[in-house]
């Protein structure tokens, strides 16, 4: 902690006054009503939706886990945060029929398209998804980070940053959530690009940076017979993850659901779409700083896992260190809130409620805030665990997720637009899907333990990537079969639910909703990605 000056700790208290204030004046808003504390009343505006969700988004995972994975492998895991067409997606496509439904969650909507029994299925796979992916690994990170940062015991920092989160979240609901995230938001953004700076400045500027890498970390699209990435596969994975998290994730679009309208959700998505496209720069780029500092000597870099808060203690200024703890409290804060809320309404409203249809409003807030003790306790006996999959940390989140995300995405997708897919072929996708993926999660874990050469261990050894791609094909060749081997869904039951269904009225209402600033914004968006990925391509700097 002697890293720390006066200033810096000026900084880090005054930011917690500031989230214990909002916290207060959210907890004094809620109202104890199930609209109230799981959708904020279903009345937020575009700004504060866009930046909840960058702030749900980016957490400590990213701080940790991205610039670990850019100090390690370079660039390639950065298709994964230029995810912000995918976040168009669900402006543009998803929310006008998540707003239409005015559902609370996901697997509710899943049941109005198909039936009880896939919503059932989707709230059981989004929790377990929770418990051994954003749970276990925010707790993970945030622990490490107090341990790196601050020098506090692993376990001791994950149950202080457990407790001081579930305070306001439990008691605030999305509120409270919200409303703290967008601060937090805008101080880790900030935080983090003077982090950026600073080190840009270390390494003698960008053009230094980069004439001190290796070809290989700058090419985001390494060859086809690259052991972990392969170009093809990381290409075409990484938007069937993206879509599965960006666009059908509860705790990402609990977000639009509470705007006041589809306009408000749009423009936060929107928002949200430029917001995204930063972490590429002022998490992923410090990595390959520090990677350039460690081989100068300038850097003690005993874990990547540790580069950015390595960083913040090394380089940083004093004075400064201050606004970068402010930065990794927000992170640490944000992100576990976010996995709270989100575990408490699935839960209540996909589970409890359907057991208990009676339950008054006090009731079913009392649930979800048990339910979200109950869910951070097994995150946390899953850590552990995580070593066994993967060593790197954005690496583990980012495989774990590609073999629970293909099924659940082929379901959403060919939901809105094949209007034949009817609930027999949605289960099936998703029981058939879900076994396929939690079978090579299991065996993965034990990978050593099998005979090489069997199909077993085969199995257990296909690149994450490509078991991606072949588990979201498995999955719509199930689907389109079951479904069109059985009788096609009534037209009372997806009415309004497809896009061959909408009915004129409310593709109007839909069509009133955005401008033509709306579509050129968003064109931008794509042009800036394009561009990124040719700069870090062999027709760019990586030739």
Not at 248 to 272: K, M, P, S, W, Y
Not at 389 to 413: E, H, M, N, T, W
């Amino acid at each position: 902690m002697n890293f720390l000056g006066v200033t810096d700790w000026i900084f880090v208290i005054l930011y917690l006054l500031v989230i214990a204030g909002i916290s207060v004046w959210s907890i004094r808003k809620t109202k104890d009503t199930a609209s109230g504390y799981f959708l904020a009343n279903r009345n937020l505006g575009w700004f504060v939706i866009g930046a909840s969700i960058l702030a749900s988004n980016v957490g400590s995972e990213h701080i940790v886990g991205l610039a670990g994975s850019a100090a390690r492998s370079g660039t390639v895991l950065g298709h994964y945060e230029l995810h912000s067409y995918i976040v168009l997606i669900l402006g543009w496509v998803f929310v006008p029929f998540y707003m239409r439904s005015m559902v609370y969650t996901m697997p509710e909507f899943l049941e109005r398209r198909f039936n009880p029994k896939a919503r059932m299925l989707l709230s059981i796979i989004q929790l377990l998804s929770y418990v051994i992916t954003k749970a276990s690994v925010t707790i993970f990170a945030g622990a490490l980070v107090f341990n790196q940062f601050l020098g506090v015991d692993f376990w001791t920092g994950a149950i202080i940053l457990v407790v001081v989160t579930g305070v306001y979240t439990i008691f605030g609901g999305l509120h409270a959530v919200m409303y703290t995230e967008a601060i937090q938001a805008i101080v880790l953004l900030f935080g983090s690009l003077v982090l950026l700076i600073v080190g840009l400045k270390e390494v003698g500027g960008w053009n230094a940076m980069i004439s001190a890498l290796p070809a290989g970390k700058l090419n985001m699209f390494p060859p086809l017979n690259d052991p972990e990435y392969p170009w093809l596969g990381i290409l075409i994975a990484s938007p069937i993850v993206g879509l599965w998290y960006w666009c059908t994730d509860q705790h990402i679009v609990q977000r639009c659901l509470a705007a006041r309208n589809e306009q408000q959700a749009r423009r936060g998505t929107i928002f949200a779409a430029y917001l995204k496209l930063l972490p590429f720069f002022i998490f992923l780029i410090p990595g390959l700083i520090a990677y350039v500092l460690h081989s100068q000597g300038k850097l003690v870099l005993d874990d990547t896992n540790a580069a950015f808060p390595a960083m913040v203690k090394q380089i940083m200024p004093v004075g400064l260190r201050g606004l970068l703890a402010g930065g990794l409290l927000a992170a640490l804060m944000s992100s576990l809130a976010s996995v709270y809320n989100a575990c408490s309404t699935l839960y209540t409203i996909d589970i409890y409620k359907k057991q208990h249809p009676d339950a008054p409003e006090k009731e079913l807030v009392r649930v979800g805030r048990i339910a979200t003790a109950i869910v951070v306790l097994l995150g946390m006996a899953w850590i552990p665990l995580m070593g066994r999959i993967s060593s790197g940390l954005y690496d583990y989140l980012q495989s774990v997720q590609s073999y629970l995300a293909p099924p659940i995405a082929a379901v959403f997708l060919l939901g809105v637009f094949f209007k034949r897919l009817n609930a027999k072929g949605a289960y099936s996708a998703m029981v058939a899907g879900f076994i396929a993926g939690i079978l090579k999660l299991t065996l993965q874990m034990s990978k050593d333990q099998l005979p090489d050469g069997g199909w077993l261990h085969r199995y257990a050894t296909i690149n994450f990537l490509y078991f991606c791609i072949y588990l979201f094909l498995f999955s719509i060749l199930v689907m389109v079969t079951v479904s069109l081997l059985t009788p096609k869904p009534s037209p009372e039951q997806i009415r309004g639910l497809t896009f061959a269904t909408t009915v004129a009225e409310d593709r109007a209402a839909s069509r009133a909703s955005w401008n033509k600033r709306d579509v050129v914004l968003s064109l931008i968006v794509i042009a800036i990605i394009v561009s990124i990925f040719i700069y870090f391509s062999p027709l760019g700097i990586a030739k």
